[in-house]
């Protein structure tokens, strides 16, 4: 007796949980098998940029931070990554700090792949970013078919890229 609503009483705990916490449904955050938010971020140059501007695209969304000891030791790879995959698909990477301190650490290191700045935490806030680093990786339909936290080997980041861009894994 006991086994027939405690299964139905945990998810509703879950789902009640996920709205109290994150002020979204499981049909509306960013979980994997919903539509990527859309969203807003300001480039390197001050300008807006939208999620439309990367319509039709795969993208590896990456929410980093310089002071982030995880997030430095996975972007040499992302760079690798995107560096090798000539467009196949496009790095968001997205940083909440201001400007001249990004630009700091990306010119210390190198770095070359896009880097966004959620300068109102918005985005931050609709893809329910936690914890430092977090990837989203989104297939070319707009679909979330992968959520990470936390620090990503090689290995996975080639194994959820192979999701979401076609012939990934072959290369």
């Not at 971020?41 to 969304?61: C, R, Y």
């Not at 968001?92 to 896009?114: I, K, M």
């Not at 959620?118 to 680093?133: G, H, I, K, T, W």
């Not at 992968?146 to 999701?163: I, S």
């Amino acid at each position: 007796m006991l086994k027939r609503w405690l299964i139905p009483l945990l998810v509703a705990a879950a789902v009640a949980a996920a709205i109290f916490w994150f002020g979204k449904s499981p049909e509306e955050g960013a979980f994997p098998g919903n539509r990527m938010p859309s969203f807003a971020v300001m480039d390197l140059q001050g300008q807006l940029v939208t999620a439309d501007a990367f319509g039709g695209k795969p993208l590896f969304i990456n929410f980093w931070a310089t002071w982030c000891e995880p997030c430095r030791y996975e972007m040499p790879e992302i760079q690798e990554l995107y560096d090798q995959a000539g467009g196949a698909f496009e790095v968001v990477a997205v940083s909440d700090e201001p400007l001249p301190t990004v630009q700091r650490y990306l010119d210390a290191y190198g770095y070359t792949f896009p880097v966004f700045l959620d300068v109102d935490r918005s985005m931050n806030q609709d893809f329910l970013v936690r914890a430092l680093p977090t990837s989203v990786f989104v297939d070319a339909r707009g679909i979330i078919r992968e959520v990470h936290v936390g620090q990503l080997t090689r290995e996975q980041m080639e194994a959820y890229l192979a999701r979401i861009v076609p012939g990934m894994g072959r290369r």
